[in-house]
Every structure is written in structure tokens, then in C-alpha cells.
């Protein structure tokens, strides 16, 4: 069973158990030839099969909260879990104070059934487009384990894990493209919304300007369906797929396509915009000026180093030595931001988003490739140049976005055995509904034979 529905035609038919599919789940994690033990900071093995056998009597019952009731999903690392702290992949808060309750996004998918098998592995407090962690170890991208390649950050376990099966799917932070970097380099799907969308109390802040809650899956009608639960949907409606002949779509001219992309991405990247047209879809070249100023206007640190800071600044001084130091140090660079810096941020974001959404109105979506590398090696990131040049690139499509306030999904678009590449596609703001309609659709045209 590859996706959501499948797992729940088989609960509703009694072809399979809840805690058959907890079971199976657990086993992959605790697998000692595969990545559980460095894509899980937590497992609540036996909460969860306490859990599914809860949910297999309710449904033999008749009294099943949902039809996903009793299926295994994940949560990163920095989600409040009731009982649990929530050290956001550091050591620092390892011993905090258990939460409370649940962030409303988890209480959400709780009240479906469906079953939190565990908290995932992330870059310490989120801050890094990589994956690595040092504290608990970077699980590798599924692709070339032998070598050992970065999974994409910060919601690393979380790809890592929707790729393993550890799990149907699983909730991960977006705020420069923590869902679609890990969603890329570990062949699945994610989501980043519109922020607004979805609540972020009991979310660990990076940086509530431009945080967001997603989904990691295997498709994207499943990140259409945990995107519609957190976001308070209490009947889900299946996704509707728009016809792909007459889409319109906009490829930014100087933006995405640069000479530092990977070949192997710019190939297949290629292969799927030939596959779209042939399928109907209008693929037209844009200008967006406007995204030549966003390095201009973040050079003091931008949203996340200020926030960042602002939260983090009495822990700091408390207990510094115990972060990483690479985390540490994009942190600090908020210290320096001044309240001026700050309001002319501000102003500077509205402005570019009016300008962009003036630009993009007429298309229905902006397409491109998620990221410009294929999963680089873990190594190759052990110095610090090349930690952040690696960092940057990875980035460099994804973050726009989120300071611009739009939705944006990433899907996997190669073929069997090759490098991980995904295809981003990006709607207008509170255009969410649109985006999965379109992007179920181009799905299909990309997996037809």
C-alpha cells in the first residue's frame, strides 16, 4: 500500500488492521540496515499500537472517527506532542518541560484517528536547508545510500520517512522550503501552503512571518488530504484533478534555470516540461525582476535571523555552547538587525509580493525545478564554505516563495533508479484549492505512459 487511500479501502474492507499497519511501520523504523534510527528522535512504538488496537475496535464497532483512522503518520521533531518536550532536533531543550497538549494541527489529526508513530528528525531549530544534524545524526536521502547523500532540510526525517514507509505521510515546517526541499531529494511530495491556511501555536518558531505547516507524502492526493485535515477540514473531500491541456504556466526567465544546476536536474526537468506540453499545457517565459532584489533586501538576515533571534536570545545565553555551531551563528546574525531594519523589511515584502502577484496573475501556476542539485553527498558539506554555498542553492528556488506568501508544492518527477528530482509549482496566494487541482493533474500527465 503506497498512499492513504489505499490503506484505508483495506481498513474499511478488513483486508488489513490498523495495527498491522503500525506494525509494518515499526518495523521498517527499527530495520538496523535502514534509517530509522536517524530519521526518528522519538518513537512511540507502544502508544501507538495501544492506539491502533483502540481504533480497530472502534471501527469493528461501527464507530470509526474516520475512514484514516488507525493510519500511521509522523510529526517533526518541533510539533507540541501532550507528554512530550519538543526540542525542535536540538539537545538544549532535550529536558524541557512536556507539553501540555497538543499543537492544534496534531489535536487535528488525532481526532480523524489517524496514529502519531513518532517525532522526526530535523536541523536543529530548523534553520538549514541541508538536513544534517549532528546531535542525532542525518538519515541519508533513499537515493545512494551507499555513498551517503543529504535527505534536504529541515524536515529531513520526515522525507526520509515517507520514503522508507515509516509511515503514510507526516508533518514537516516550511519557511524557506523545509517541506519541498526534503520532498525533492528524497523522491516524494511536499507542501508548503499559504501560512495563514494553517495554525502554528504549539509550533516551535523559526520564524512566524514566514513559518508554515505541510505535509510530507507519497502522492499528492495524500498531502492534499493532511493538508485539508490541519488546515480544520472536518470532511475531507477527495481531490478533483484539473484538465492539464490549457494550463498556463510560467517559467521564470533568469531565475530558475542558472548554469549551476545540476545536469542530471536540468535533464529531467526538461523531460517533464516536454511532457506537459505535449500533454497541452502552455509553458511561457517570464521576467520576474523582482526576484533579482530579494538578496538585496534579506542581506541583514531577513525575517528568520531576526525572529530567530528574538526567540532564542535568553537560551543563547544560558546554554550556546550546546547548539551547533553553524545554527548558532545564522542565529546571531538577527543580533545585529535594527527595529529600521525590521519596518523596512516589512515594506519591502509587500511591495515585491504585490509586484510578483501582478506578474503571475494571468498564469495559472509558476513552475520550475525545486532545487538545482540532486542530493549532494553528506561529506561534501563537512567544511564550512561549502555548508553554506550548498545550503544556499538549495534554497535559493524554494525561500522566495515564502516571503512572497504563496503556496508551492514540490513533485517528483524522475524515473526509477534515477537521482531525485523534483518539480515545483507554485499558485497564488490562498489559490491552495487551485494548486492540488492542478498539481493532481500534472502528476497523472507525468506518470501516463
Known sequence: MQHIADAAAALAAGRISALALVDAALERIADPAGEGARAFTAVHAEAARAEARAMDALRHAGRAPSPWAGIPITVKDLFDEHGHPTPAGSTVLRDARPAAQDAPVVARLRRQGFIVIGRTNMVEFAFSGLGVNPHHGTPKSPWDRATGRLPGGSSSGAGVAAADHMGFGGLGTDTGGSCRIPAALCGVVGYKPTARRVPIAGVLPLSPSLDSVGPLARSVACCHLLDAVIAGEER????????????????????????????????????????????????????????HELPMV????????????????????????????????????????????????????????????????????????????????????????????????????????????????????HRPGEAPVGLMLTGETMGDAALFALAGAVEAALAAP
Do not use: K
Open 236 to 291: 475531507p473531500a477527495p481531490l478533483r484533478h484539473r484538465p492539464v491541456a490549457g494550463l498556463r504556466l510560467a517559467l521564470p526567465r533568469g531565475t530558475f534555470l542558472t548554469e549551476d544546476m545540476d545536469p542530471a536536474v536540468a535533464n529531467t526537468f526538461q523531460r517533464a516540461l516536454a511532457r506537459l506540453s505535449a500533454a497541452g499545457a502552455r509553458i511561457e517565459m517570464l521576467d520576474l525582476p523582482e526576484m
Open 298 to 413: 534579506n542581506a541583514t538576515g531577513g525575517f528568520a535571523a531576526s525572529e530567530a533571534y528574538a526567540w532564542h536570545r535568553q537560551l543563547i545565553a544560558a546554554r550556546a555552547e550546546g547548539y551547533d555551531p553553524r545554527i548558532l551563528a545564522r542565529i546571531r546574525r538577527g543580533e545585529r538587525m535594527s527595529a529600521a531594519d525590521y519596518l523596512d523589511l516589512l515594506a519591502h515584502r509587500a511591495r515585491l509580493a504585490a509586484a510578483v502577484n501582478a506578474r503571475t496573475a494571468d498564469f495559472d501556476a509558476v513552475i520550475g525545478p525545486t532545487c538545482p542539485l540532486v542530493p549532494p553527498p553528506i561529506a561534501a558539506v563537512a567544511e564550512e564554505a561549502a555548508y553554506n554555498r550548498i545550503n544556499l542553492l538549495l534554497l535559493r528556488n524554494t525561500a522566495p516563495w515564502n516571503f512572497l506568501d504563496r503556496c508551492s508544492i514540490s513533485l517528483p518527477i
